[in-house]
């Protein structure tokens, strides 16, 4: 069975600085997709970055990037140069290569950034 | 291009009455999945479907029920509403493949008083 586990449920930090968003992952699948969500106060999900478990680098997307350690089997994110914008619930989800794909989440972590 | 619509936004039902959230998305995936969302547990799979008239359950499918007749329609009905399922739900839609993540929609608030 595929688990996400996230284990800060808040975080606070000052605007411009980076933030690490931790996310760990458990499954018997050699083929899967790691995933972060954000989810503002107004409710809908946004997709920010994804990781292929055979993929070699890092995944990136403009100030987000993806630190992967297949062997920790973890999967944080890393927001550079936090924004006030950036306050919201973030969520860690893994999609199986085998069978239905399901897409399993993790707890989430809020974070608030303070100017 | 819709992306995936949800309907009703908000809805409150007393309990024992039963209603149907629906659920269309336009963009032929094949992949649709019903989640419901509660404080301090993240996502949690109600079911999930891997093509028109394919339908499983997922990790919370008691009280729920779904079909999957078109490819563009997932309802997921409530067959007897219970306080227990408060909560915010969510359907999501994808193509086949550990590459592509799901497209979700916007959300139904539902209370059951």
């Known amino acids: 069975a595929q688990k996400i586990t996230q284990t800060q449920p808040g975080m606070f930090v000052q605007e411009k600085e980076a933030v690490t968003l931790d996310c760990t992952y458990d499954?018997?699948?050699?083929?899967?997709?790691l995933f972060w969500y954000k989810q503002p106060s107004s409710g809908e999900m946004i997709f920010l970055i994804y990781q292929g478990s055979y993929d070699q680098q890092n995944a990136t997307e403009g100030r987000y990037s993806l630190n992967f350690q297949k062997a920790r089997k973890s999967a944080n994110l890393v927001i550079s140069a936090s924004q006030l914008g950036d306050s919201a619930m973030y969520f860690c989800a893994m999609r199986g290569g085998k069978g239905a794909q399901k897409l399993v989440f993790g707890q989430g972590t809020r974070l608030t950034i303070n100017p | 291009n819709a992306g995936v619509t949800q309907t009703p936004k908000f809805q409150v039902l007393k309990t024992g009455q039963s209603m149907t959230l629906q659920c269309a998305q336009d963009m032929n995936h094949e992949y649709m999945s019903w989640y419901r969302q509660d404080p301090g547990m993240g996502l949690r799979l109600i079911h999930y479907s891997v093509g028109a008239g394919i339908t499983d359950q997922g990790e919370v499918p008691n009280g729920y029920n779904v079909s999957r007749s078109t490819t563009e329609d997932f309802p997921l009905r409530l067959l007897s509403a219970a306080p227990s399922q408060t909560s915010v739900y969510f359907c999501?839609?994808?193509?086949?493949?550990?590459?592509?993540?799901?497209?979700f929609g916007s959300g139904t608030r539902l209370t059951v008083v």
């Open positions: 999501a839609s994808s193509y086949s493949g550990i590459n592509y993540g799901y497209t």
């Open positions: 499954t018997s699948d050699p083929s899967y997709g």
